[in-house]
């Protein structure tokens, strides 16, 4: 079935950049997404990209997709303390529009 | 903003008890999912449906879970009786599934959730 991996723990320092890493082992996937959870909260849509895209940059955000490796990351550019929260990598296929899910990187950023 | 809605926030109930989960998903979104989070198994799928319509409930207990949508706007996950391996943050998500260019498809998008306790 589909596999979704990801580190569970990533720290940096306020203004870095954060890399979170994703890899999946469905070549079939057409969707890919991450999702931010803070303490006692839902999942929040922070961006998404479709497999015939190699990158989408949203702001501070910026996806890379290899799809060759299947391997998703996720860039966050000037890390604020703020950014602080698990940070979940998601896939779907075009038949199975259901998530599934990475165990979740906790990002913490230090002041 | 659309939001989804879930009802209750919360929800702490003795084993035995029926507990019923709602959800509003957003207006014009086709397709809703429940899934459940917990920290030994992470966010795992329940049930999905389409045009109200279920299409997968693999990974739903059938003995004690059931899932429907009455209608476009309401969707419900009950538990009947809930055991204490039931406590999990739940989970309603929507999203927009159509034919067509793929960027035509909105992803899903998540409730705030139910967390439940039960004792």
């Known amino acids: 079935g589909e596999d979704v991996e990801q580190s569970l723990f990533l720290s940096v320092r306020e203004g870095d950049s954060s890399v979170i890493n994703c890899t999946y082992t469905?070549?079939?996937?057409?969707?890919l997404y991450w999702y931010k959870q803070e303490p006692g909260a839902g999942l929040q849509l922070l961006t998404y990209?479709?497999?015939?895209?190699d990158m989408k940059q949203d702001q501070r955000l910026t996806v890379l997709l290899n799809k060759k490796d299947k391997h998703l990351s996720l860039r966050i550019a000037d890390t604020q303390t703020g950014d602080s929260a698990i940070y979940f990598c998601?896939?779907?296929?075009?038949?199975?529009?259901?998530?599934?899910f990475g165990s979740g990187t906790r990002l913490q950023v230090q002041p | 903003d659309a939001r989804v809605t879930q009802t209750p926030r919360h929800k702490v109930t003795e084993m035995g008890q029926e507990v019923t989960m709602r959800c509003q998903p957003i207006?014009?979104?086709?397709?809703v999912f429940w899934y459940r989070q917990t920290m030994m198994q992470g966010l795992e799928l329940l049930a999905y449906?389409?045009?109200?319509?279920?299409?997968?409930d693999s990974g739903m207990p059938k003995d004690r879970f059931s899932a429907e949508m009455p209608d476009a706007t309401l969707a419900t996950l009950k538990i009947q009786p809930s055991e204490p391996r039931d406590s999990a943050v739940y989970f309603c998500?929507?999203?927009?599934?159509?034919?067509?260019?793929?960027?035509?498809?909105?992803?899903?998008?998540f409730g705030d959730g139910t967390r439940l306790s039960i004792l």
């Open positions: 998601a896939e779907s296929t075009a038949g199975r529009r259901a998530l599934t």
């Open positions: 990209i479709f497999s015939n895209m």
């Open positions: 207006l014009g979104h086709n397709t």
């Open positions: 469905d070549s079939s996937s057409t969707y």
């Open positions: 998500a929507s999203g927009l599934v159509i034919r067509g260019p793929t960027s035509n498809n909105q992803p899903q998008h």
């Open positions: 449906f389409r045009n109200r319509a279920p299409l997968d």
